[in-house]
Protein backbone atom coordinates (compact mmCIF):
# COMPACT_ATOMS: atom_id res chain seq x y z
CA UNK A 1 0.00 0.00 0.00
CA UNK A 2 1.08 3.31 -0.71
CA UNK A 3 1.97 6.14 1.64
CA UNK A 4 -0.94 7.49 4.60
CA UNK A 5 -1.14 10.62 2.27
CA UNK A 6 -4.30 12.48 2.86
CA UNK A 7 -6.31 11.48 -0.33
CA UNK A 8 -5.87 8.06 0.84
CA UNK A 9 -8.51 8.56 3.27
CA UNK A 10 -10.98 9.13 0.65
CA UNK A 11 -13.95 8.71 3.54
CA UNK A 12 -15.01 12.06 5.10
CA UNK A 13 -15.97 11.68 8.61
CA UNK A 14 -19.64 12.70 8.90
CA UNK A 15 -20.82 14.92 11.92
CA UNK A 16 -17.17 14.89 13.43
CA UNK A 17 -17.72 17.60 16.41
CA UNK A 18 -21.49 16.58 17.45
CA UNK A 19 -19.84 13.06 17.64
CA UNK A 20 -16.78 14.40 20.06
CA UNK A 21 -18.85 17.06 21.65
CA UNK A 22 -21.55 14.43 22.79
CA UNK A 23 -18.86 11.61 23.30
CA UNK A 24 -16.52 14.04 25.24
CA UNK A 25 -13.04 11.20 25.17
CA UNK A 26 -11.10 12.68 27.98
CA UNK A 27 -7.60 11.13 28.61
CA UNK A 28 -7.33 7.58 30.20
CA UNK A 29 -10.98 6.64 28.38
CA UNK A 30 -11.73 3.82 26.52
CA UNK A 31 -13.69 3.18 23.79
CA UNK A 32 -15.34 1.16 21.08
CA UNK A 33 -15.55 2.24 17.29
CA UNK A 34 -17.45 -0.27 16.20
CA UNK A 35 -17.19 0.84 12.37
CA UNK A 36 -14.00 2.13 12.40
CA UNK A 37 -14.06 2.52 8.36
CA UNK A 38 -10.62 4.62 7.62
CA UNK A 39 -10.68 6.13 10.96
CA UNK A 40 -11.86 9.77 10.88
CA UNK A 41 -13.96 9.37 14.20
CA UNK A 42 -11.60 6.74 15.54
CA UNK A 43 -8.19 9.16 14.99
CA UNK A 44 -10.02 12.46 15.99
CA UNK A 45 -11.10 9.98 19.97
CA UNK A 46 -7.84 8.55 20.12
CA UNK A 47 -6.01 12.61 19.96
CA UNK A 48 -8.01 12.97 23.02
CA UNK A 49 -8.18 9.96 24.70
CA UNK A 50 -3.65 9.29 24.51
CA UNK A 51 -2.46 13.11 24.63
CA UNK A 52 0.98 14.03 23.58
CA UNK A 53 2.19 13.53 27.07
CA UNK A 54 1.83 10.05 26.39
CA UNK A 55 1.42 8.54 29.80
CA UNK A 56 -2.42 8.21 29.14
CA UNK A 57 -3.65 4.94 29.16
CA UNK A 58 -6.92 5.70 26.78
CA UNK A 59 -7.72 3.03 24.60
CA UNK A 60 -9.92 2.26 21.51
CA UNK A 61 -11.10 -1.18 20.37
CA UNK A 62 -11.48 -0.32 16.59
CA UNK A 63 -13.67 -3.12 14.89
CA UNK A 64 -14.67 -3.32 11.09
CA UNK A 65 -16.14 -5.96 8.55
CA UNK A 66 -14.11 -4.77 5.67
CA UNK A 67 -10.61 -5.66 5.11
CA UNK A 68 -9.59 -3.26 2.99
CA UNK A 69 -11.22 -0.21 5.21
CA UNK A 70 -9.65 -1.69 8.25
CA UNK A 71 -6.04 -1.78 6.82
CA UNK A 72 -6.35 2.01 5.92
CA UNK A 73 -7.49 2.77 9.48
CA UNK A 74 -4.17 0.67 10.96
CA UNK A 75 -2.05 2.92 8.58
CA UNK A 76 -3.70 6.14 9.69
CA UNK A 77 -3.55 5.01 13.40
CA UNK A 78 -0.32 3.37 13.60
CA UNK A 79 1.19 6.15 15.52
CA UNK A 80 -1.38 5.12 18.78
CA UNK A 81 0.67 2.29 18.78
CA UNK A 82 -1.17 -0.36 21.44
CA UNK A 83 -3.54 1.94 22.64
CA UNK A 84 -5.55 0.58 19.49
CA UNK A 85 -7.09 -2.72 19.00
CA UNK A 86 -8.42 -3.87 15.59
CA UNK A 87 -10.92 -6.31 14.43
CA UNK A 88 -11.48 -7.76 11.95
CA UNK A 89 -15.55 -9.11 12.23
CA UNK A 90 -18.75 -7.66 12.32
CA UNK A 91 -19.51 -5.20 15.29
CA UNK A 92 -22.15 -7.73 16.33
CA UNK A 93 -19.71 -10.10 17.61
CA UNK A 94 -18.58 -7.66 19.83
CA UNK A 95 -19.02 -8.64 23.23
CA UNK A 96 -16.95 -11.84 22.93
CA UNK A 97 -13.48 -9.29 21.46
CA UNK A 98 -14.43 -6.33 24.44
CA UNK A 99 -13.84 -8.76 26.88
CA UNK A 100 -11.02 -10.68 25.46
CA UNK A 101 -9.12 -7.42 24.87
CA UNK A 102 -9.66 -5.39 28.34
CA UNK A 103 -12.89 -3.69 26.84
CA UNK A 104 -15.41 -4.74 29.64
CA UNK A 105 -16.38 -1.49 30.89
CA UNK A 106 -16.04 0.95 28.36
CA UNK A 107 -16.64 5.20 28.62
CA UNK A 108 -18.43 5.62 25.14
CA UNK A 109 -18.93 3.55 21.98
CA UNK A 110 -19.79 4.79 18.44
CA UNK A 111 -21.35 3.10 15.38
CA UNK A 112 -21.47 5.09 12.02
CA UNK A 113 -23.55 2.53 10.31
CA UNK A 114 -23.40 1.76 6.36
CA UNK A 115 -20.92 2.19 3.82
CA UNK A 116 -17.92 4.22 3.48
CA UNK A 117 -17.12 6.15 0.21
CA UNK A 118 -14.18 3.76 -0.31
CA UNK A 119 -17.06 1.57 -1.24
CA UNK A 120 -18.92 3.41 -3.33
CA UNK A 121 -16.08 4.83 -5.19
CA UNK A 122 -14.11 1.42 -6.18
CA UNK A 123 -16.07 -0.63 -8.85
CA UNK A 124 -14.48 -3.58 -7.80
CA UNK A 125 -16.62 -4.26 -4.95
CA UNK A 126 -20.20 -3.79 -6.71
CA UNK A 127 -22.19 -1.21 -4.92
CA UNK A 128 -22.50 1.61 -7.44
CA UNK A 129 -24.81 1.32 -10.43
CA UNK A 130 -22.46 4.12 -11.65
CA UNK A 131 -19.42 1.79 -12.60
CA UNK A 132 -19.75 -1.60 -13.74
CA UNK A 133 -18.14 -4.09 -11.67
CA UNK A 134 -18.96 -7.83 -10.22
CA UNK A 135 -22.08 -7.36 -8.21
CA UNK A 136 -20.87 -8.41 -5.13
CA UNK A 137 -21.65 -5.67 -2.44
CA UNK A 138 -20.73 -7.45 0.96
CA UNK A 139 -18.31 -5.66 3.31
CA UNK A 140 -16.69 -8.31 4.64
CA UNK A 141 -15.86 -10.41 1.23
CA UNK A 142 -14.51 -13.47 2.74
CA UNK A 143 -18.03 -14.83 3.56
CA UNK A 144 -21.74 -15.02 3.01
CA UNK A 145 -23.84 -14.42 -0.09
CA UNK A 146 -23.45 -11.66 -2.74
CA UNK A 147 -25.70 -9.60 -4.73
CA UNK A 148 -25.50 -11.59 -7.80
CA UNK A 149 -26.61 -14.95 -5.52
CA UNK A 150 -29.29 -12.82 -4.34
CA UNK A 151 -31.06 -11.74 -7.30
CA UNK A 152 -30.42 -14.87 -9.33
CA UNK A 153 -31.54 -17.09 -6.55
CA UNK A 154 -34.16 -15.31 -4.13
CA UNK A 155 -38.18 -15.64 -4.99
CA UNK A 156 -40.20 -12.88 -6.58
CA UNK A 157 -41.93 -12.37 -3.05
CA UNK A 158 -39.14 -11.79 -1.36
CA UNK A 159 -37.27 -10.10 -4.10
CA UNK A 160 -40.08 -7.59 -3.85
CA UNK A 161 -40.47 -7.41 -0.21
CA UNK A 162 -36.52 -6.07 0.12
CA UNK A 163 -37.14 -3.39 -2.69
CA UNK A 164 -40.49 -2.22 -0.97
CA UNK A 165 -39.03 -2.59 2.68
CA UNK A 166 -35.37 -1.07 2.48
CA UNK A 167 -35.17 0.14 -0.54
CA UNK A 168 -39.10 1.94 -0.42
CA UNK A 169 -39.15 1.48 -4.43
CA UNK A 170 -42.72 1.76 -5.52
CA UNK A 171 -42.04 -0.49 -8.47
CA UNK A 172 -40.49 -3.21 -6.18
CA UNK A 173 -43.59 -5.73 -7.68
CA UNK A 174 -42.47 -5.11 -11.75
CA UNK A 175 -38.64 -4.79 -10.67
CA UNK A 176 -38.40 -8.49 -8.74
CA UNK A 177 -40.74 -9.77 -12.07
CA UNK A 178 -38.03 -8.19 -14.41
CA UNK A 179 -35.34 -9.98 -12.19
CA UNK A 180 -36.92 -13.18 -12.53
CA UNK A 181 -37.83 -13.18 -16.58
CA UNK A 182 -34.01 -11.89 -16.91
CA UNK A 183 -32.10 -14.39 -14.94
CA UNK A 184 -33.92 -17.13 -17.16
CA UNK A 185 -32.11 -16.10 -19.84
CA UNK A 186 -28.98 -15.08 -18.30
CA UNK A 187 -27.58 -15.22 -14.89
CA UNK A 188 -26.63 -11.88 -13.37
CA UNK A 189 -22.77 -11.26 -12.94
CA UNK A 190 -22.41 -7.45 -13.03
CA UNK A 191 -23.36 -4.09 -11.23
CA UNK A 192 -24.43 -3.17 -15.34
CA UNK A 193 -26.83 -6.33 -15.84
CA UNK A 194 -28.57 -5.04 -12.49
CA UNK A 195 -29.48 -1.37 -13.34
CA UNK A 196 -30.10 -2.25 -17.11
CA UNK A 197 -32.88 -4.46 -15.86
CA UNK A 198 -34.31 -1.81 -13.75
CA UNK A 199 -33.99 0.63 -16.00
CA UNK A 200 -36.38 -1.57 -18.26
CA UNK A 201 -38.78 -0.79 -15.70
CA UNK A 202 -38.21 2.70 -14.43
CA UNK A 203 -36.75 4.43 -17.62
CA UNK A 204 -34.13 6.79 -16.95
CA UNK A 205 -35.87 10.51 -15.56
CA UNK A 206 -34.14 13.48 -13.46
CA UNK A 207 -31.05 13.24 -11.35
CA UNK A 208 -31.72 10.24 -9.13
CA UNK A 209 -30.83 7.40 -11.04
CA UNK A 210 -33.69 4.62 -11.39
CA UNK A 211 -31.56 1.81 -9.86
CA UNK A 212 -30.84 3.93 -6.74
CA UNK A 213 -33.20 1.96 -4.13
CA UNK A 214 -32.71 -1.14 -5.78
CA UNK A 215 -29.06 -1.22 -4.63
CA UNK A 216 -29.38 0.54 -1.53
CA UNK A 217 -32.13 -2.40 -0.67
CA UNK A 218 -30.05 -4.75 -2.28
CA UNK A 219 -26.78 -3.59 0.02
CA UNK A 220 -28.85 -3.97 2.99
CA UNK A 221 -30.02 -7.76 2.60
CA UNK A 222 -26.59 -8.62 1.49
CA UNK A 223 -24.88 -7.79 4.73
CA UNK A 224 -28.02 -8.14 6.81
CA UNK A 225 -27.63 -5.20 7.91
CA UNK A 226 -31.04 -4.14 10.31
CA UNK A 227 -30.22 -7.34 11.74
CA UNK A 228 -27.02 -7.48 12.49
CA UNK A 229 -27.26 -3.99 14.30
CA UNK A 230 -30.67 -5.06 16.52
CA UNK A 231 -28.61 -8.17 17.41
CA UNK A 232 -25.96 -5.70 18.34
CA UNK A 233 -27.30 -3.05 20.45
CA UNK A 234 -28.06 -4.94 23.79
CA UNK A 235 -24.42 -6.46 23.74
CA UNK A 236 -22.99 -2.82 23.40
CA UNK A 237 -25.03 -1.73 26.02
CA UNK A 238 -23.78 -4.09 28.71
CA UNK A 239 -20.31 -3.04 28.13
CA UNK A 240 -20.40 0.62 28.69
CA UNK A 241 -20.05 1.63 32.07
CA UNK A 242 -22.43 4.19 33.87
CA UNK A 243 -22.01 7.33 32.98
CA UNK A 244 -20.63 6.44 29.31
CA UNK A 245 -22.32 7.19 26.24
CA UNK A 246 -23.24 5.09 23.26
CA UNK A 247 -23.56 7.42 19.66
CA UNK A 248 -24.93 6.20 16.13
CA UNK A 249 -25.16 7.19 13.05
CA UNK A 250 -27.89 6.32 10.73
CA UNK A 251 -28.87 7.14 7.51
CA UNK A 252 -31.89 4.87 6.55
CA UNK A 253 -35.57 5.29 8.15
CA UNK A 254 -35.30 1.99 9.18
CA UNK A 255 -31.96 2.25 10.89
CA UNK A 256 -33.30 5.12 12.89
CA UNK A 257 -36.71 3.60 13.90
CA UNK A 258 -34.55 0.83 15.16
CA UNK A 259 -31.80 2.78 17.48
CA UNK A 260 -34.39 5.14 18.69
CA UNK A 261 -36.60 2.65 19.76
CA UNK A 262 -34.06 0.94 21.35
CA UNK A 263 -32.24 3.33 23.14
CA UNK A 264 -35.42 5.10 24.29
CA UNK A 265 -36.93 1.48 25.54
CA UNK A 266 -33.58 0.48 27.44
CA UNK A 267 -34.79 1.53 31.87
CA UNK A 268 -30.41 1.82 32.29
CA UNK A 269 -30.30 4.02 28.98
CA UNK A 270 -31.39 8.07 29.50
CA UNK A 271 -31.77 9.81 25.66
CA UNK A 272 -28.95 12.75 25.79
CA UNK A 273 -30.24 14.46 21.84
CA UNK A 274 -34.05 14.65 22.58
CA UNK A 275 -34.38 14.72 18.98
CA UNK A 276 -31.56 13.31 16.35
CA UNK A 277 -28.99 15.34 15.50
CA UNK A 278 -28.45 16.08 11.65
CA UNK A 279 -25.65 17.63 9.73
CA UNK A 280 -25.34 21.43 9.34
CA UNK A 281 -25.77 22.80 6.13
CA UNK A 282 -22.38 23.75 5.91
CA UNK A 283 -21.56 20.28 6.12
CA UNK A 284 -23.61 18.78 3.76
CA UNK A 285 -22.20 21.11 1.01
CA UNK A 286 -18.62 20.63 2.13
CA UNK A 287 -19.99 16.41 2.32
CA UNK A 288 -23.15 15.53 0.11
CA UNK A 289 -23.15 12.16 1.73
CA UNK A 290 -23.82 13.09 4.49
CA UNK A 291 -27.29 14.81 4.12
CA UNK A 292 -29.12 11.84 5.46
CA UNK A 293 -27.02 11.14 8.35
CA UNK A 294 -28.91 11.51 12.15
CA UNK A 295 -27.41 10.90 15.47
CA UNK A 296 -28.57 9.90 18.36
CA UNK A 297 -27.05 9.40 21.80
CA UNK A 298 -27.72 7.85 25.02
CA UNK A 299 -26.52 7.40 28.42
CA UNK A 300 -26.00 4.53 30.69
CA UNK A 301 -27.68 5.45 34.05
C1 LIG B 1 -19.68 5.09 7.30
S1 LIG B 1 -18.35 3.98 7.38
C2 LIG B 1 -17.47 4.44 8.82
C3 LIG B 1 -16.54 5.57 8.60
C4 LIG B 1 -15.66 5.92 9.79
N1 LIG B 1 -16.41 6.41 10.91
C5 LIG B 1 -14.60 6.92 9.37
O1 LIG B 1 -14.58 8.03 9.93
O2 LIG B 1 -13.77 6.61 8.50
C6 LIG B 1 -19.12 2.53 7.87
C7 LIG B 1 -18.21 1.34 8.05
O3 LIG B 1 -18.95 0.34 8.74
C8 LIG B 1 -18.53 -0.91 8.27
N2 LIG B 1 -19.59 -1.85 8.63
C9 LIG B 1 -20.83 -1.96 8.13
N3 LIG B 1 -21.51 -2.92 8.77
C10 LIG B 1 -20.67 -3.42 9.72
C11 LIG B 1 -20.80 -4.42 10.73
N4 LIG B 1 -21.92 -5.12 10.88
N5 LIG B 1 -19.74 -4.64 11.53
C12 LIG B 1 -18.60 -3.93 11.41
N6 LIG B 1 -18.41 -2.99 10.46
C13 LIG B 1 -19.44 -2.73 9.64
C14 LIG B 1 -18.31 -0.71 6.81
O4 LIG B 1 -17.43 -1.67 6.30
C15 LIG B 1 -17.70 0.71 6.77
O5 LIG B 1 -16.31 0.65 6.80
Not at 234 to 254: E, K, N, T
Request: net charge neutral; proline share 5%.
Amino acid sequence: MEDCGPNMFNHIPVLLNEVLEYLDPEPNRSFIDGTVGQGGHAEAILQRVTPVVRQSSGRLLAIDRDAANLAIAKQRLAGFGDAVVFIHDSYAHVKRHALANGFARVDGILLDLGFSSAHVDDPGRGFSFQHNGPLDMRYNQSRGETAADIVNAWSEDELARVFRQYGEEPKAREIAQAIIARRKERLFEQTQDLSECVQKVIPRRGKIHPATRVFQALRMAVNDELGELSRALPDLIDLLQPGGRIAVISFHSLEDRVIKTFLKERRDLSMVTRRPIVPTREEITRNPRSRSAKLRVAQKV
